[in-house]
């Protein structure tokens, strides 16, 4: 699901501003986006965001505004400076001709001109990340409820769809071994077989049939699966990976009714039950 949030915070080492997008994927993998003085409490953040994000690509930027006060200090080693410049004094006295110092010649050598950049104490930083990244958590949540509720919508209209279809092929079912009793004898008559409708090996061969071809099992988990679904969707826990492993479990079920089952009209509710199905999986993949 997708989501964005933005927090920021300010305590005396500056201001720190937390920016969060997150997109589709089936499992969570947390990106941060950091200065290399905060790397130490990169295991921090991943941690605060799985705590509250179990699914998706959720990248982490984050950026910390220091007061001007304390940014870099340039120091010169006069001393140094000074023995450089003799030094190139001393060379022009020796080859006859002026030899001059640049401001490049100071910035190159060692120790000359030094800057003293002190970087972020990351437990420091941490006090203005927290509340910042807290802030920006809460509205990818926000965000992500509202995209949670109208999937829910969607899903619950398709299984309607889906519990129509099982509904039909349920009450196609029945007439299926009547259905082959009326095409075996038919077949034997055409065989010149004509066989009297109390023959033994002609009920056994029917009730054989209607056995093989029975789905009241798998209708009836159907509708456990079905109803299963609905409490997840009405649920407040996270139920991407239940829904998905239900969806596989939907799926079985009427494949088997479309191998037992051996009818043209209940094929074709399979397919359309089928079809309707993988709607379903494509969105339950974006569901937390």
Same mark, same amino acid.
């Given at each position: ?70 940014? #870099? ?5 006069? /001393? @140094?400076? =000074? $023995? *450089?410049?003799?030094? !190139?004094? &001393? ?33 420091? #930083? ?5 509340? /910042? @990244?807290? =802030? $920006? *958590?809460?509205?990818? !949540?926000? &965000? ?145």
């Amino acid at each position: 699901m997708t989501g964005f949030g933005r927090g920021s915070a300010t305590t005396e080492i500056g201001t720190a501003t937390v920016e969060i997008a997150c997109v589709n994927r089936k499992q969570a993998e947390v990106v941060v986006q950091a200065g290399r003085d905060l790397a130490t409490i990169e295991g921090r953040i991943r941690k605060a965001v799985l705590d509250k994000v179990s699914r998706g690509r959720i990248q982490v930027s984050i950026q910390i505004d220091r007061p001007a006060e304390s940014g #870099a200090k340039v120091q010169v080693d006069e /001393a @140094l400076a =000074e $023995a *450089l410049d003799n030094a !190139l004094k &001393t060379i022009s006295e020796r080859i006859g001709r002026s030899v001059h110092a640049t401001a490049a010649d100071f910035m190159r050598s060692p120790g000359v001109i030094t800057f003293d950049d002190s970087g972020i104490d990351p437990e420091a #930083a941490w006090l203005a990340i927290e509340p /910042a @990244l807290e =802030e $920006a *958590l809460a509205q990818v !949540l926000e &965000t992500r409820a509202a995209e949670g509720s109208d999937l829910a919508k969607d899903l619950s209209t398709r299984l309607d769809i889906l519990e129509q279809l099982k509904n039909t092929i349920a009450e196609l079912a029945p007439a299926r071994p009547q259905h082959y009793r009326e095409t075996l004898f038919k077949r034997l008559r055409d065989a010149g077989l004509d066989l009297n409708l109390d023959d033994e090996r002609v009920i056994r061969e029917i009730g054989l049939f209607a056995d093989r071809c029975d789905i009241s099992e798998e209708t009836t988990r159907l509708d456990s699966h079905i109803r299963r679904f609905r409490e997840y969707l009405e649920g407040s826990e996270p139920a991407g990976r239940p829904l998905d492993f239900l969806c596989q479990e939907i799926h079985r079920e009427f494949n088997t009714i479309g191998s037992k089952a051996s009818d043209a009209d209940i094929a074709q509710n399979v397919v359309a039950a089928k079809t309707e199905l993988e709607k379903i999986r494509e969105q339950v993949q974006n569901i937390e």
